[in-house]
Protein backbone atom coordinates (compact mmCIF):
# COMPACT_ATOMS: atom_id res chain seq x y z
CA UNK A 1 0.00 0.00 0.00
CA UNK A 2 1.25 3.32 -0.35
CA UNK A 3 -0.03 7.17 -1.23
CA UNK A 4 -0.60 8.02 -4.91
CA UNK A 5 2.49 7.76 -7.38
CA UNK A 6 4.23 6.23 -4.33
CA UNK A 7 4.93 2.98 -7.31
CA UNK A 8 3.20 0.38 -4.96
CA UNK A 9 1.64 -1.85 -7.73
CA UNK A 10 4.94 -1.78 -9.57
CA UNK A 11 6.70 -3.36 -6.04
CA UNK A 12 3.56 -5.79 -6.16
CA UNK A 13 4.48 -6.59 -9.60
CA UNK A 14 8.16 -7.17 -8.68
CA UNK A 15 7.42 -9.30 -5.63
CA UNK A 16 4.61 -11.44 -7.60
CA UNK A 17 5.84 -11.12 -11.45
CA UNK A 18 1.89 -10.28 -11.66
CA UNK A 19 0.82 -7.30 -13.45
CA UNK A 20 -2.13 -5.94 -11.38
CA UNK A 21 -3.90 -4.88 -14.52
CA UNK A 22 -4.15 -8.22 -15.59
CA UNK A 23 -7.65 -8.80 -13.83
CA UNK A 24 -6.78 -10.93 -11.01
CA UNK A 25 -7.73 -8.74 -8.28
CA UNK A 26 -4.83 -7.35 -6.72
CA UNK A 27 -3.85 -11.01 -5.43
CA UNK A 28 -0.43 -12.57 -5.47
CA UNK A 29 0.84 -15.63 -4.44
CA UNK A 30 4.76 -16.64 -4.15
CA UNK A 31 6.87 -19.55 -2.85
CA UNK A 32 8.86 -19.11 -0.24
CA UNK A 33 12.80 -19.53 -1.55
CA UNK A 34 14.57 -22.39 0.62
CA UNK A 35 17.01 -24.41 -0.59
CA UNK A 36 16.36 -27.23 1.98
CA UNK A 37 13.49 -27.32 0.17
CA UNK A 38 15.27 -28.27 -3.16
CA UNK A 39 17.96 -30.66 -1.31
CA UNK A 40 15.47 -32.53 0.30
CA UNK A 41 13.32 -32.97 -2.89
CA UNK A 42 16.47 -34.17 -4.85
CA UNK A 43 17.10 -36.56 -2.31
CA UNK A 44 13.80 -37.88 -1.56
CA UNK A 45 12.46 -37.68 -5.12
CA UNK A 46 8.79 -36.91 -4.12
CA UNK A 47 5.72 -36.82 -6.20
CA UNK A 48 5.21 -33.01 -4.90
CA UNK A 49 7.35 -30.53 -3.46
CA UNK A 50 5.56 -27.87 -1.93
CA UNK A 51 7.01 -24.37 -0.47
CA UNK A 52 5.99 -22.01 2.26
CA UNK A 53 3.74 -19.16 0.96
CA UNK A 54 3.26 -15.69 1.14
CA UNK A 55 0.48 -14.23 -0.02
CA UNK A 56 0.43 -10.35 -0.77
CA UNK A 57 -2.74 -7.86 -1.83
CA UNK A 58 -2.22 -4.54 -4.54
CA UNK A 59 -4.64 -2.50 -2.66
CA UNK A 60 -6.41 -0.30 -5.75
CA UNK A 61 -4.94 3.24 -6.41
CA UNK A 62 -7.75 5.17 -5.94
CA UNK A 63 -8.26 4.38 -2.33
CA UNK A 64 -5.17 6.66 -1.65
CA UNK A 65 -4.41 10.41 -1.75
CA UNK A 66 -1.46 11.98 -1.89
CA UNK A 67 -1.80 12.41 1.61
CA UNK A 68 -4.31 10.28 3.24
CA UNK A 69 -6.41 7.08 3.42
CA UNK A 70 -10.06 5.90 3.38
CA UNK A 71 -11.74 4.85 6.30
CA UNK A 72 -12.91 1.62 4.18
CA UNK A 73 -8.81 1.05 3.46
CA UNK A 74 -7.76 0.82 6.86
CA UNK A 75 -10.80 -1.40 8.01
CA UNK A 76 -8.77 -3.94 5.14
CA UNK A 77 -6.01 -3.29 6.27
CA UNK A 78 -6.50 -4.84 10.06
CA UNK A 79 -6.78 -7.87 8.57
CA UNK A 80 -3.50 -8.51 7.49
CA UNK A 81 -0.39 -10.24 9.01
CA UNK A 82 2.40 -7.24 8.48
CA UNK A 83 1.79 -3.80 6.40
CA UNK A 84 3.82 -2.78 3.71
CA UNK A 85 4.09 0.72 2.93
CA UNK A 86 5.61 2.04 -0.37
CA UNK A 87 7.19 5.80 -0.12
CA UNK A 88 8.43 7.37 -3.38
CA UNK A 89 12.18 7.70 -2.76
CA UNK A 90 13.36 8.87 -6.06
CA UNK A 91 16.09 11.30 -7.29
CA UNK A 92 15.59 14.61 -5.33
CA UNK A 93 13.94 13.09 -2.46
CA UNK A 94 16.35 12.84 0.32
CA UNK A 95 16.45 10.34 3.51
CA UNK A 96 14.80 13.38 5.50
CA UNK A 97 12.03 13.22 2.62
CA UNK A 98 11.37 9.29 2.61
CA UNK A 99 11.07 9.37 6.83
CA UNK A 100 8.15 12.52 6.44
CA UNK A 101 6.08 10.54 3.94
CA UNK A 102 6.44 7.58 6.20
CA UNK A 103 5.75 9.61 8.93
CA UNK A 104 2.03 10.47 7.14
CA UNK A 105 1.32 7.28 6.94
CA UNK A 106 1.86 6.10 10.07
CA UNK A 107 -0.33 9.33 11.33
CA UNK A 108 -2.80 7.42 9.44
CA UNK A 109 -2.61 4.48 11.39
CA UNK A 110 -2.64 6.07 14.60
CA UNK A 111 -5.77 8.15 14.38
CA UNK A 112 -7.49 5.32 13.05
CA UNK A 113 -6.41 2.91 15.89
CA UNK A 114 -6.92 6.15 18.47
CA UNK A 115 -10.59 6.20 16.88
CA UNK A 116 -11.42 2.58 17.87
CA UNK A 117 -10.16 3.13 21.00
CA UNK A 118 -11.95 5.88 21.92
CA UNK A 119 -15.48 4.30 20.72
CA UNK A 120 -14.44 1.30 22.86
CA UNK A 121 -13.69 3.35 25.56
CA UNK A 122 -16.67 5.17 25.83
CA UNK A 123 -18.63 2.42 25.50
CA UNK A 124 -16.83 0.79 28.73
CA UNK A 125 -17.24 3.24 30.80
CA UNK A 126 -20.97 3.75 30.16
CA UNK A 127 -21.53 0.04 30.85
CA UNK A 128 -19.34 0.17 33.41
CA UNK A 129 -17.45 -3.45 33.01
CA UNK A 130 -14.14 -4.82 31.86
CA UNK A 131 -11.79 -3.13 34.49
CA UNK A 132 -8.43 -4.86 32.79
CA UNK A 133 -9.72 -3.78 29.24
CA UNK A 134 -10.64 -0.40 30.11
CA UNK A 135 -6.86 -0.09 31.93
CA UNK A 136 -4.75 -2.07 29.09
CA UNK A 137 -7.19 0.96 26.16
CA UNK A 138 -6.33 3.63 28.56
CA UNK A 139 -2.76 2.83 28.46
CA UNK A 140 -3.00 2.57 24.57
CA UNK A 141 -4.43 5.72 24.22
CA UNK A 142 -1.83 7.20 26.30
CA UNK A 143 0.64 5.88 23.93
CA UNK A 144 -0.51 7.05 20.77
CA UNK A 145 -1.50 10.71 22.37
CA UNK A 146 2.35 10.46 22.98
CA UNK A 147 2.99 9.45 19.33
CA UNK A 148 3.97 5.91 19.97
CA UNK A 149 3.02 2.65 17.79
CA UNK A 150 1.50 -0.48 20.00
CA UNK A 151 3.66 -2.36 19.06
CA UNK A 152 6.64 -0.73 20.69
CA UNK A 153 5.24 -0.48 24.14
CA UNK A 154 5.81 -3.34 25.65
CA UNK A 155 1.79 -4.99 25.70
CA UNK A 156 2.28 -8.43 27.83
CA UNK A 157 0.87 -11.77 26.85
CA UNK A 158 -2.88 -11.10 28.46
CA UNK A 159 -2.85 -7.37 27.43
CA UNK A 160 -2.14 -8.92 23.39
CA UNK A 161 -5.34 -11.00 23.93
CA UNK A 162 -7.69 -8.18 25.35
CA UNK A 163 -7.22 -6.23 22.47
CA UNK A 164 -6.34 -8.95 20.10
CA UNK A 165 -10.07 -8.30 17.99
CA UNK A 166 -9.32 -4.68 17.61
CA UNK A 167 -6.78 -5.49 14.87
CA UNK A 168 -5.10 -2.30 15.29
CA UNK A 169 -2.45 -1.01 13.04
CA UNK A 170 0.04 -0.20 14.76
CA UNK A 171 0.54 -3.18 16.33
CA UNK A 172 1.19 -4.99 13.02
CA UNK A 173 4.51 -5.39 11.97
CA UNK A 174 5.36 -2.57 9.17
CA UNK A 175 8.07 -2.78 6.33
CA UNK A 176 8.81 0.70 4.98
CA UNK A 177 9.84 -0.08 0.96
CA UNK A 178 11.61 2.48 -0.06
CA UNK A 179 11.29 2.98 -3.63
CA UNK A 180 14.54 4.41 -5.29
CA UNK A 181 15.43 5.02 -9.25
CA UNK A 182 17.52 2.92 -10.77
CA UNK A 183 20.82 4.64 -10.61
CA UNK A 184 20.56 4.49 -6.76
CA UNK A 185 20.02 0.60 -6.69
CA UNK A 186 22.46 -0.80 -3.87
CA UNK A 187 22.26 2.38 -2.05
CA UNK A 188 22.02 2.08 1.71
CA UNK A 189 21.24 5.85 2.30
CA UNK A 190 17.62 5.70 2.08
CA UNK A 191 17.24 3.08 4.62
CA UNK A 192 19.17 4.65 7.35
CA UNK A 193 17.31 7.23 8.74
CA UNK A 194 16.55 7.16 12.54
CA UNK A 195 13.10 8.48 12.31
CA UNK A 196 11.86 4.80 10.36
CA UNK A 197 14.08 2.78 12.75
CA UNK A 198 12.56 4.50 15.88
CA UNK A 199 9.11 3.69 15.02
CA UNK A 200 9.89 -0.06 15.23
CA UNK A 201 9.74 -0.32 11.18
CA UNK A 202 11.88 -2.57 9.00
CA UNK A 203 12.81 -0.14 5.75
CA UNK A 204 14.07 -2.33 2.13
CA UNK A 205 15.60 -0.45 -0.42
CA UNK A 206 14.57 -1.43 -3.89
CA UNK A 207 14.14 0.06 -7.13
CA UNK A 208 10.50 -1.38 -8.28
CA UNK A 209 10.99 -1.07 -11.78
CA UNK A 210 14.55 -2.85 -12.42
CA UNK A 211 13.39 -5.37 -10.07
CA UNK A 212 9.85 -5.90 -12.39
CA UNK A 213 12.43 -6.49 -14.89
CA UNK A 214 15.02 -8.79 -13.13
CA UNK A 215 11.86 -10.91 -12.19
CA UNK A 216 10.61 -11.08 -16.00
CA UNK A 217 14.06 -12.85 -16.72
CA UNK A 218 14.90 -16.54 -17.14
CA UNK A 219 15.52 -17.74 -13.79
CA UNK A 220 19.70 -18.78 -15.05
CA UNK A 221 20.14 -15.13 -16.11
CA UNK A 222 19.28 -13.15 -12.64
CA UNK A 223 22.14 -14.55 -11.21
CA UNK A 224 24.36 -12.13 -13.05
CA UNK A 225 22.15 -9.57 -13.73
CA UNK A 226 21.93 -9.42 -9.98
CA UNK A 227 25.29 -9.46 -9.08
CA UNK A 228 26.04 -6.76 -11.56
CA UNK A 229 24.04 -4.33 -9.78
CA UNK A 230 25.86 -5.55 -6.35
CA UNK A 231 22.59 -7.19 -5.24
CA UNK A 232 22.78 -10.59 -3.23
CA UNK A 233 19.17 -11.45 -4.28
CA UNK A 234 16.08 -10.32 -5.87
CA UNK A 235 13.57 -8.10 -3.93
CA UNK A 236 11.19 -10.64 -3.39
CA UNK A 237 13.43 -12.97 -1.71
CA UNK A 238 14.82 -9.66 0.51
CA UNK A 239 11.30 -9.02 1.38
CA UNK A 240 10.12 -12.44 2.32
CA UNK A 241 13.28 -12.77 4.65
CA UNK A 242 11.98 -9.60 6.41
CA UNK A 243 8.85 -10.75 6.92
CA UNK A 244 9.88 -13.86 8.49
CA UNK A 245 11.90 -11.89 11.23
CA UNK A 246 8.77 -9.44 11.71
CA UNK A 247 6.73 -12.06 12.24
CA UNK A 248 8.98 -14.61 14.04
CA UNK A 249 8.32 -17.24 11.54
CA UNK A 250 10.70 -20.53 11.43
CA UNK A 251 10.55 -23.66 8.84
CA UNK A 252 9.94 -27.28 10.04
CA UNK A 253 10.12 -29.68 7.08
CA UNK A 254 8.36 -32.98 6.33
CA UNK A 255 9.81 -35.26 3.89
CA UNK A 256 8.96 -38.50 2.24
CA UNK A 257 8.16 -40.25 -1.58
CA UNK A 258 4.70 -38.56 -1.13
CA UNK A 259 5.92 -34.92 -0.31
CA UNK A 260 8.57 -32.89 0.76
CA UNK A 261 6.96 -29.73 2.47
CA UNK A 262 7.99 -26.84 4.17
CA UNK A 263 5.85 -25.64 7.41
CA UNK A 264 5.88 -22.02 8.92
CA UNK A 265 5.49 -21.79 12.13
CA UNK A 266 6.10 -19.28 15.16
CA UNK A 267 9.25 -19.14 16.97
CA UNK A 268 8.76 -20.73 20.35
CA UNK A 269 6.11 -23.46 18.72
CA UNK A 270 6.21 -27.05 20.23
CA UNK A 271 6.42 -29.98 18.67
CA UNK A 272 2.03 -30.17 19.41
CA UNK A 273 1.52 -27.19 18.08
CA UNK A 274 3.81 -28.22 14.77
CA UNK A 275 1.74 -31.17 14.18
CA UNK A 276 -1.83 -29.14 14.47
CA UNK A 277 -0.20 -27.20 11.87
CA UNK A 278 -0.54 -30.13 9.34
CA UNK A 279 -3.63 -31.06 10.40
CA UNK A 280 -5.58 -31.34 13.85
CA UNK A 281 -6.13 -34.96 13.96
CA UNK A 282 -2.21 -35.14 14.02
CA UNK A 283 -2.35 -33.26 17.32
CA UNK A 284 -4.98 -34.46 18.87
CA UNK A 285 -4.07 -38.25 18.70
CA UNK A 286 0.12 -36.93 19.14
CA UNK A 287 2.10 -40.11 19.88
CA UNK A 288 5.82 -38.48 19.44
CA UNK A 289 7.44 -36.11 17.16
CA UNK A 290 10.57 -38.14 15.34
CA UNK A 291 12.95 -35.51 14.51
CA UNK A 292 16.37 -34.84 13.02
CA UNK A 293 18.28 -31.70 11.93
CA UNK A 294 18.16 -31.05 8.18
CA UNK A 295 22.09 -31.10 7.72
CA UNK A 296 21.89 -34.31 9.26
CA UNK A 297 19.50 -35.48 7.30
CA UNK A 298 20.64 -34.74 4.05
CA UNK A 299 24.15 -35.94 5.45
CA UNK A 300 23.00 -39.26 6.22
CA UNK A 301 21.16 -39.78 3.43
CA UNK A 302 17.45 -39.79 5.16
CA UNK A 303 15.54 -41.02 7.74
CA UNK A 304 17.38 -44.80 8.25
CA UNK A 305 20.72 -42.84 7.82
CA UNK A 306 20.34 -40.81 10.83
CA UNK A 307 19.02 -43.62 12.72
CA UNK A 308 22.25 -45.71 12.09
CA UNK A 309 23.94 -42.48 12.99
CA UNK A 310 22.38 -41.58 16.18
CA UNK A 311 20.57 -38.33 14.42
CA UNK A 312 17.21 -38.83 14.81
CA UNK A 313 15.30 -38.43 18.60
CA UNK A 314 12.11 -39.07 19.54
CA UNK A 315 10.54 -35.92 21.02
CA UNK A 316 7.26 -35.41 22.93
CA UNK A 317 4.32 -32.99 22.84
CA UNK A 318 6.57 -30.45 24.41
CA UNK A 319 9.52 -30.14 22.52
CA UNK A 320 10.38 -26.44 21.18
CA UNK A 321 10.93 -26.82 17.20
CA UNK A 322 13.95 -25.43 15.99
CA UNK A 323 14.33 -24.05 12.48
CA UNK A 324 15.25 -26.28 9.82
CA UNK A 325 14.16 -29.78 11.89
CA UNK A 326 12.51 -32.77 9.88
CA UNK A 327 9.96 -34.20 11.59
CA UNK A 328 7.87 -37.43 11.52
CA UNK A 329 4.56 -37.36 13.85
CA UNK A 330 3.49 -40.71 15.34
CA UNK A 331 -0.30 -40.49 16.01
CA UNK A 332 -3.11 -42.03 16.97
CA UNK A 333 -6.88 -41.55 16.76
Given at each position: ????????????????????????????????????????????????????????????TGAFGSDSLSPGILGEMRNFDVLAEVVDAFAGGGRGEVADRAAAFHDELMLSDLGVIEKRLDRLTREKGKPLEKETLERCKEAIERNEELREIGLDEQALSLVSGFKFLTLKPRVVVANVDEASIGAAAPASDERIAGSGCTLIAMSARLEHEISELPAEERGEFLADLGLDAPASERFVSTCYEMLEL????????????????????????????????????????????????????????????????????????????????????
Open positions: MGFAASGKSTVFAALTGIDPAAGKGGLGTISVPDLRVDQLSALCKPRKTTYAEIVFQDFPITFLTAGEDEVRAWPIRRGSTALEAAGKIHSDIARGFIRAEIAAVDDYLEHGGEAGCRKAGKWSSEGKDHIMKDGEVAHFRFNV
